[in-house]
């Protein structure tokens, strides 16, 4: 009865026992019991037999994640290197070549065709917004105004370039003509008229009047 | 000829448009103009939403390309030729914004500590939204303004450019000096953050 009592708590322990969890206490009286108990010791070897599958089979359902984990990445690097590529793809910026490896993958991966759809859904709202501000975007600018300001600048260039013409031509005509001017005006007018300057020649010839009343007029003498 | 000039101005293709411009045709000019106000609005409005004269940004815009229509080579290259004008002014002006900021000078910051808490040189943001945000009303719509908004100034242009403007890659990466695979990265990752955002918010 005793002995009944004592195998039933070893064995509660010996789970413990095995992963070493116990304290020096407890450890050596279950190697006391075990030394003397064969039934318990069966028990011990069946529960140390079955962690060890457990641990195998789990080591090996681990070890088979983990080239799933290897193709996953594998996946998502080509995944990755497509979800670039949409966004070029969807403005038909790609090259011939890239769109036939896109369109590919489109077709054969639920993941990215996903992200895509997303992507055109976002392009539409973005488009739907800028039509939407430039519909109502303020038109107040005086294009009149430009217009006529353009007009105006126009006929600022013509007449500043017309002015400066007339004056080249004038100082050119003065230079040239002026001489002649005085020299005619000193044949026709008296000759003690020391200097008579061409405004005398024109005013004589357009008064008709003789050279003595021209004197008079340049000097103001009656 | 005669058939071309008697069909109506807003039926035209940008490009018939741009090539009547050519020849000095005023009312062409002026429909092309007024055809482009709003999207040169709403890229200003997207590059740069922290700005509050975008008006006059479009101002500037309509008149460099009333000014230059006839130098365009290809008619056809409009979009691009006008986003070329869009992105040069946007950087220029960015320039402009940063050197402001450095000239907030040392000395002030110091005056203003002596005399208040609040620094005289800086802008307190208007929270009140502005005419254009009123209209664009939504939920949905607020949330995507709010993410692009956002995004890193790099990857804002990028969608912008693409997804308002409709431009290739190619013309994108010579917009803003990068490659063409600098542009599809950025742009898949502008997009991967934004759908982010907008997820929760799709059936």
Not at chain 2, 38 to 53: A, F, G, Q, V
Not at chain 2, 88 to 107: G, V
Not at chain 2, 167 to 183: C, D, K, M, P, R
Request: glycine fraction near 2%; charged fraction near 30%.
């Amino acid at each position: 009865m005793d002995n009944q009592i004592n195998c039933q708590d070893i064995e509660k322990n010996l789970s413990a026992y095995i992963d070493d969890e116990l304290n020096d206490n407890d450890k050596l009286f279950i190697e006391e019991h075990l030394k003397n108990c064969p039934n318990c010791q069966q028990q011990l070897n069946q529960l140390s037999q079955t962690i060890s599958l457990c641990k195998n089979t789990l080591g090996k359902t681990t070890s088979n994640l983990s080239i799933n984990y290897k193709e996953l990445i594998e996946k998502s690097k080509i995944c990755a290197n497509i979800e670039e590529k949409l966004s070029p793809f969807l403005d038909g910026e790609l090259s011939r070549q890239e769109i036939i490896e896109v369109t590919e993958h489109l077709m054969v991966c639920p993941h990215c065709r996903k992200e895509f759809y997303h992507l055109k859904q976002t392009c539409n709202c973005l488009k739907n917004y800028f039509e939407k501000s430039i519909q109502n975007a303020p038109a107040k600018t005086e294009i009149k105004n430009i217009l006529s300001k353009e007009k105006y600048k126009e006929y600022a260039f013509v007449s500043i370039a017309a002015v400066c013409i007339f004056s080249l031509l004038s100082w050119f005509s003065i230079k040239t003509i002026e001489p002649q001017f005085i020299e005619k005006a000193k044949e026709n007018v008296k000759s003690d008229l020391i200097y008579v300057n061409s405004e005398a020649f024109v005013l004589a010839n357009s008064y008709h009047k003789s050279s003595d009343n021209l004197l008079a007029v340049i000097y103001g003498q009656n | 000829m005669s058939f071309d000039s008697s069909k109506n101005y807003s039926d035209l293709e940008v490009y018939e448009l741009v090539e009547k411009c050519q020849l000095d045709d005023k009312q062409a000019l002026e429909e092309l103009l007024r055809r482009h106000e709003k999207i040169i609005y709403s890229t200003l409005y997207h590059l740069d939403p922290k700005r509050e004269d975008i008006a006059d940004l479009v101002q500037e815009v309509l008149v460099k390309v009333a000014k230059n229509v006839k130098k365009i080579r290809n008619p056809k290259t409009f979009k691009y030729w006008l986003n070329q004008i869009i992105m040069n002014l946007f950087y220029d002006e960015l320039r402009k914004k940063t050197r402001k900021i450095q000239t907030i000078s040392m000395d002030t910051a110091f005056v203003n500590k002596l005399e208040d808490e609040i620094p005289q040189g800086f802008d307190v943001e208007d929270m009140a939204k502005k005419p254009h945000e009123e209209i664009l009303g939504g939920e949905l719509d607020e949330i995507i303004k709010k993410g692009i908004d956002e995004l890193p100034e790099q990857f804002r242009i990028v969608t912008v450019l693409r997804e308002l403007q409709g431009l290739s890659y190619e013309e994108i990466a010579q917009l803003t000096g990068t490659n063409i695979g600098t542009v599809k990265s950025r742009l898949a990752r502008a997009r991967a953050k934004l759908q982010e955002i907008i997820k929760p918010y799709l059936s």
